[in-house]
C-alpha cells in the first residue's frame, strides 16, 4: 500500500514564504514525475508546479518566479518552496506523484 502525506501549510501574511513537503511511503519504486496542484474554496483544482525524471519542471502562470518545485534528497521527497505569496495564493495545495494523490494541506495568506 502506498502512502502520500503532504505538510508545510500554514496561514502566513502576504509577502511571506512557505516550503510544502510531499513524502510518498510504502510499496513505491521510483517516482519519475511530480505535481503540485491547488483548489481554492469554489474553484476547480489546478495545476501549479512539475517535475520530470529529468529535472525540467513547468509553472502555473500565476506561480512562475515566486514557486519552486524541487526533490529532495531521498528519491521520495518533493518539496515546493512558495515566496512571495499573495492572499490569491490561498488554497488547498495536493501533491500528486504518478497518478496518486495526497490528502491536501491548507495555505492561508492574509492582506
Known amino acids: 500500500q502506498v502512502h502520500v502525506e503532504e505538510s508545510g501549510g500554514g496561514s502566513v501574511q502576504a509577502g511571506g514564504s512557505l516550503r510544502l513537503s510531499c513524502v510518498v511511503s510504502?510499496?513505491?519504486?521510483?517516482?519519475n514525475h511530480w505535481a503540485w496542484h491547488r483548489q481554492a474554496p469554489g474553484k476547480q483544482r489546478e495545476l501549479v508546479?512539475?517535475?520530470?525524471?529529468?529535472?525540467?519542471?513547468t509553472y502555473s502562470v500565476s506561480v512562475k518566479g515566486r514557486f519552486t518545485i524541487s526533490r529532495g534528497i531521498a528519491h521520495n521527497m518533493v518539496y515546493l518552496q512558495m515566496n512571495s505569496l499573495k492572499p490569491e495564493d490561498t488554497a488547498v495545495y495536493y501533491c500528486q506523484p504518478e497518478s496518486l494523490w495526497g490528502q491536501g494541506t491548507q495555505v492561508t495568506v492574509s492582506s
Open positions: 508546479a512539475e517535475l520530470r525524471s529529468d529535472y525540467t519542471t
Open positions: 510504502g510499496n513505491i519504486f521510483r517516482v
